[in-house]
């Protein structure tokens, strides 16, 4: 190694690959400065020390913020990996020492969590009472990139995710079900079908959420008038509609313990092949803490299976 490069590593900072990588991501020095909680001023100063020790312009300023060079993107793609690799150092540092002990950052879709989590915190606590447990709830996009960008390690949704930088395990298949309104005659044993569906107004959850999409990609209802998502972000919003007579909606099978209950609601299944989403972890393929991530999808499976069992119960046929 030259002389010349052990002194460039020896300029490039950690802090200064963070910053950058937060402006890469922001696209504005206000908003990075934010999500690194330090002013601006000292957030592009750091900017301009790194670029002057790499020797290259990595940031273009412009009236709306910054746009990265060609170069500059280069640089902020390798600048995530060495970011990525410095966390999952840290990570094996600190969890060596057995399965899910220390920090375990997971993120939960809000069609998830609310099912899931109840059931899966008991089980987690027990078994691995030493795990400090935080959870963080949104849409699969936000959390997506949060786990890409390190900070989330492990994510409870829907899948597929196809990301080349994220590995995932499918865990157990959650099928869905047609809500109706109570005051609604239905003849003998019927079953769901995608007529049923098309010819009523169909309440879901509002764009971004991948219940919405999984849900409409099924029935074929991609641009239908009579679909309504307008606002709507948790299911029981959309259960309380379809309780008053609003429409229909689609529900996942984990849900039905918690939203079947005392509700003015039908749930019947589907003809076969019944629609289902599968419920699975996603994780860094680069993460070395895969044996915790397997030892999580078993609990997971068995909160699964609890949800699926108290569900049940409140389907009509």
Same mark, same amino acid.
């Given at each position: 190694m030259s002389d010349a490069l052990v002194s460039l590593m020896a300029h490039v900072t950690l802090k200064q690959l963070r %910053?950058?990588?937060?402006?890469?991501?922001?696209?504005h020095f206000g908003r990075a400065a934010d999500a690194c909680a330090v002013t601006q001023p000292a957030l592009s100063m750091q900017i301009q020390d790194l670029e002057a020790s790499l020797g290259i312009a990595l940031v273009e300023r412009t009236r709306s913020g910054v746009k990265l060079t060609p170069k500059g993107e280069e640089i902020a793609i390798r600048a995530q990996r060495l970011l990525n690799d410095v966390r999952n150092l840290v990570d094996y540092a600190q969890h060596a020492g057995g399965i899910l002990s220390g920090t375990l950052r997971l993120g939960v879709i809000p069609s998830v969590a +609310? %099912?899931?989590? +109840? +059931?899966?915190? +008991?089980?987690?606590k027990a078994k691995y009472p030493d795990l400090e447990l935080h959870v963080r709830e949104t849409q699969t996009q936000p959390l997506t990139e949060e786990l890409v960008?390190?900070?989330l390690d492990v994510l409870l949704l829907a899948l597929p995710i196809k990301n080349p930088d994220i590995e995932t395990l499918s865990i157990f298949e959650d099928r869905f079900l047609l809500a109706l309104p109570k005051s609604r005659k239905l003849s003998g044993r019927v079953r769901a079908t995608k007529e049923m569906v098309e010819h009523d107004r169909l309440l879901l959850l509002e764009e971004g959420h991948c219940l919405r999409d999984q849900a409409l990609t099924y029935c074929s209802l991609q641009q239908v008038d009579d679909v309504n998502t307008f606002?709507?972000?948790s299911l029981s919003t959309i259960v309380e509609m379809v309780s008053a007579g609003f429409g229909i909606t689609l529900l996942p099978e984990i849900c039905l313990g918690v939203e079947g209950r005392s509700r003015e609601i039908k749930i019947i299944r589907f003809v076969d092949p019944e629609p289902a989403r599968s419920i699975g972890l996603a994780w860094r393929r680069s993460s070395p803490r895969r044996e915790d991530f397997l030892a999580l999808g078993k609990l997971v499976a068995e909160a699964g299976e609890l949800s699926l069992k108290r569900g049940a119960q409140a389907v009509q046929v």
């Open positions: %910053y950058f990588d937060a402006l890469a991501r922001e696209q +609310p %099912y899931l989590l +109840p +059931p899966l915190l +008991p089980l987690l960008e390190g900070k606002g709507a972000s």
